[in-house]
């Protein structure tokens, strides 16, 4: 394949349009400038439509290799800019980049619309995939004419012309309404900040919370005040031990009620948009509803099955949580308060039974789990299970100075590809933790693999003044969960674009999930939880209040979290009315499960970024879903008697994490673990039985 000169743009040679020339051929970050960007989408538009009418006019009769193979390695310079953009947009964003977005993203949903309803090209696929089993197709070949195929179809390809227009302009308005829902919440973050001017306002707040606010409150000009924003790193501190209630209030009132604010930011008219739209869509495509359509590919099939699913642990959940509620509210009575509790306050006397309970007091535990403590906790992790390494390479581009890159090396001495670490908030990071790549594994042209570029982001706890930055319990989680998408990304095996990781929603957060499990186990701890100062390692009378700890809040964790996955769903299946009231129609939701007062869900409507783009639309409960899978998944090394089983994490690698171009879903659970997942290992693991 022949790339056009590369373009010029003031007066540079646009980077993006010529193989990286880089160690590894990560993105030459440097060199990459704004401009660059939509005179090289074009260029990758252009050619990738030119690709698809050289399929189309082929003459002779469609077979694997002429469309579906040809089909699947179009876009090849798309699809070296699009991680490129879009991953930056998300950790390192600007105004600029952001204007970008705004262009680019009607333009993008044309040129994937004029695709996915070409009628020539679908009527290709459709024969190819009609003959299918006289091809003489190996398992992979035949999955990828059968995803390809279903792409199309769920798409609307096969529906008549009036509908497909139809359909064309639905896809493009919902990509934007999700944009400027995402936007929106971005603005909203960032709008509010608690700004303290006393030491009587601090009260009960420890040094280094304080301490990281009078930073945060000098980066905007306001030295010698303390600033609280909406970042959790900093309003889950200042919850869990700030004594003043009414400060607790407005922090988390301004939280929850992110875009609902009848401001410009505001949230509530998009996302009733964005709902119409999706049903509209769905029922376009044969479906009731949006849910009935989303969850028809996952592994449970329907959203009967997903509801079913939830209400098995609501029950128990909200039961605890009640529980959790009332002991609480022994404390306020007991220390002489005379108010109910509310949910800003949750944090604060769940940090008293922390301390009276399990005696376990965070600030106790983070001198043990710095970043790079925790880092190599996943790095010896993943050693013991499949014979990994890793080394540093300051040599290889990165896009900010605080990131890291780092390349893994396998088992037989070879090399996997590049991680990068982005571990800190900036304001141009988006909130919460993912996993990414700006090249994921492929072959090139003569077969030959070309490596992934894996990314990890995260928002975790700055270093404050000449301290480590250490991490709470929840950050060092997740820090293993997202290595845990990395992984998944470094050891697909597939040679195909479209299936090489291709995995039903429900099951991607198990390859993440599951790592998890071995967080806190003793053995691991052991190796990776030493005092920052002293190199000593973590005392067993500490392990011992972790492990007792781990149903600490268990009730209050899967209702918040439930609540949201049910709010999801129910957004997904209403039969919708235009004028609703969103957040009367959220509090209809809520005393319909019977949610108590002192608990809002994990997002509410207004701020539910999740379900504003297209990857976790009525799939929130997936989490949950695949906590199901992991809990099992890991009750197997436990039965072995051996965390570290070498015939287990071999099986896992091949058919969880490598062979998704093989085996799918439920199929491939089973060759692993030998049978269907059982429930009862994840409500015992989380303290529900
Ligand atoms: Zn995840």
Known sequence: ?????????????????????????????????????????????KQKEAEI??????????????????????????????????????????????????????????????????????????????????????????????KIYEDFAR??????????????????????VSLNLNQNLLAENNHFKLILESMEELAGLPDDIISAAAEEAKKTGQEGKWAFTLAKPSWIPFLQFSERRDLREKLYMAYINRGNNENEN?????????????????????????????????????PQNVYD????????????????????????????????????????????????????????????????NVRKGIFALSGKLYGLQFIERPDVPVYHEEVEAWELIDKDGSSLGILYIDAHPRPGKRSGAWCGSYRSAQYDDKGKKV???????????????????????????TYFH?????????????????????????????????????????????????????????????????????????????????????????????????????????????????MIDQIVPRYRTTNFSHIFGGGYAAGYYVYRWAGVLDADAFAAFKESGDLFNQELSTKFRKYILGGNAYWEGMEAYKNFRGKEPDIDAFLIQSGLK
Request: proline residues 5%.
């Open 155 to 176: 798409n609307g390809a096969a529906l008549p012309e009036e509908q497909r227009n139809e359909l064309q302009a639905l896809n493009q308005r919902m990509s934007m």
């Open 266 to 302: 505001d949230n509530k008219k998009l996302f009733l948009e964005l709902m119409h739209l999706r049903r509209k869509m769905a029922q376009l495509l044969g479906y009731q509803d949006y849910a009935e359509y989303a969850i028809s590919d996952n592994m449970a099939k329907t």
């Open 1 to 45: 394949m022949v790339f056009v000169q590369a373009e010029q743009s003031f007066g540079q040679i646009n980077p993006l349009l010529s193989e990286f020339d880089t160690p590894f051929g990560v993105p030459p970050f440097s060199e990459i400038n704004e401009a660059h960007y939509l005179p090289a989408f074009q260029e990758g538009m």
């Open 482 to 594: 997202e290595f845990g998408h990395a992984l998944h990304n470094f050891f697909a095996e597939g040679h195909y674009q479209r299936t090489a990781r291709s995995v039903p929603r429900d099951f991607v957060e198990l390859p993440s999930q599951i790592l998890e499990n071995w967080v806190g186990e003793p053995e691991l701890l052991k190796e990776y939880a030493k005092h920052y100062q002293t190199g000593e390692v973590i005392p067993d009378d500490l392990v011992n209040k972790l492990m007792n700890a781990r149903h600490f809040n268990a009730g209050f964790d899967n209702v918040e979290y439930i609540a949201a996955a049910i709010l999801d769903l129910e957004w997904h299946t209403y039969p919708f009315e235009f004028n609703m009231d969103v957040n009367k129609f959220e509090k209809e939701v809520m005393d319909r499960i019977s």
């Open 309 to 372: 699913f939830l209400y098995r642990i609501w029950a128990p959940a909200l039961e605890r949580a009640q529980k959790e509620r009332d002991q609480m509210q022994e404390i306020v009575i007991k220390e002489g308060g005379d108010f109910e509790l509310a949910s800003w306050d949750w944090w604060f006397y769940a940090e008293k039974i922390r301390l009276e309970q399990f005696n376990m007091d965070e600030e106790e535990i983070k001198p043990y789990f710095t970043l790079d």
């Open 53 to 146: 009418d050289a399929i189309v006019s082929n003459a002779s009769k469609p077979d694997f290799e002429n469309t579906i193979l040809a089909y699947d390695k179009s876009g090849k310079l798309l699809s070296r800019i699009n991680p490129v953009f879009y991953g930056l947009n998300g950790a390192n964003t600007n105004p600029k980049m952001q204007a970008i977005a705004r262009e680019l993203t009607p333009l993008m949903s044309a040129h994937n619309n004029k695709i996915r309803f070409n009628q020539d090209l679908f009527i290709r696929i459709r024969s190819v995939y009609d003959n299918r089993q006289n091809l003489k197709l190996n398992e992979e070949q035949l999955r990828l004419v059968e």
């Open 451 to 477: 490596l992934p570029i894996v990314t990890i982001v995260m928002n975790f706890t700055r270093p404050v003044g000449d301290k480590p930055a250490m991490l709470s319990w929840d950050e060092t989680r």
